[in-house]
């Protein structure tokens, strides 16, 4: 396997809201300790419920947010705000794919100036008949025809908007790129052809992709590592087989009985958990998932699991195991 190209230790977001009217505030840890690595050729998935840091974590990696605590490195460099050159160098090496391709688009703009524009903000020393050249490629490199170029993209149908934004991503020809739900506002039929778009491109030039999702279905297709999070902490992490085939954390054995399973040979009891969310104002004492786990003793309740487990790891002091 080859070197990591981004190192994560330990990344905390943290947040203070406003709790009152006589000016209380409360911290909302939105992310609270993660630690991964991102390998040229190889997808990480970050999967979770809706409110458990996935967005937040992207944020950090691409660089539109600072953490609050912890660190993570880009080739070796250590991402530390305020050189403004350095950091505008790195952030070209990371870049973003947005879930809705119906508003990540400008509308006043044709296609071939939405893919020029990012060469022209950072790499203004590149003639522009070589942009004009670098964009036309894109433009084919991603499936659509010469034609499109000069249009519009109220002229497109999702799909293709969806592949006009992962050229746009590749014109500053990053080693990361971080995808935010990119296939869930569209058909399923569409989902397949740009996940292949992307792995025929992953392969090319052999990127690291950040792949955040909530549709299990998708990630066991398409990832090589998983990480599962819960109100802003990994409670699981490793390869796809280790946390598809033995889920360890209770939470993880939970979302994966709730995904369609095309063969019945393959399909399990449904474990429906008991309770709602909590609020990310008001997260459970000791381990967060405790409320709505049917394996919850006083520990659980009183003390935070820590990480464990090596290649495979997991935070709870009860693991799934293939005995249970």
Known sequence: MSAPILTAQNLCRHFEVKTGLFGGSHTVRALDGASFDLVP???????????????????????????????????????????????KKLRAKVQIVFQNPYGSLNPRQT???ILMEPLLLNRPDIPADEREK???????????????????????????????????????????????????ALDLSIQSQVLNLLTDLQDKFNLAYLF????????????????????????????????????????????????????????????KLEGELPSPLNVPVGCAFNPRCWKATDQCRAERPPMSGGDHGFACFHPEGPEQ
């Not at 002229?155 to 590749?170: C, D, E, K, N, T």
């Not at 998708?218 to 699981?236: N, T």
């Not at 280790?242 to 954390?249: E, K, L, T, W």
């Open 212 to 271: 955040i999702s909530h549709d299990l279905s998708v990630v066991r297709h398409f990832a090589d590592d998983v990480i599962v999070m819960y109100l802003g902490k990994p409670v699981e992490q490793g390869s796809k087989e280790q946390v598809f085939n033995a889920p360890r954390h209770p939470y993880t054995k939970a979302l994966m009985s709730a995904t369609p399973m095309a063969d019945p040979a393959n399909r399990v009891e449904r474990i």
């Open 41 to 87: 050729g190889r997808t990480l998935a970050v999967v979770g419920e809706s409110g458990c840091g996935k967005s937040t974590l992207a944020n950090l990696v691409t660089m539109i947010d600072t953490p609050t605590s912890g660190s993570f490195a880009i080739d070796g460099k250590d991402i530390q705000p305020g050189d403004e050159l350095r950091d």
């Open 111 to 113: 296609i071939g100036k």
């Open 134 to 184: 670098r964009a036309r490629e894109m433009v084919e490199l991603v499936g659509l025809r010469p034609e499109h170029f000069n249009r519009y993209p109220h002229m497109f149908s999702g799909g293709q908007r969806q592949r006009i934004a992962v050229a746009r991503a590749l014109m500053l020809e990053p080693e990361i790129l971080v995808l935010d739900e990119p296939v869930s």
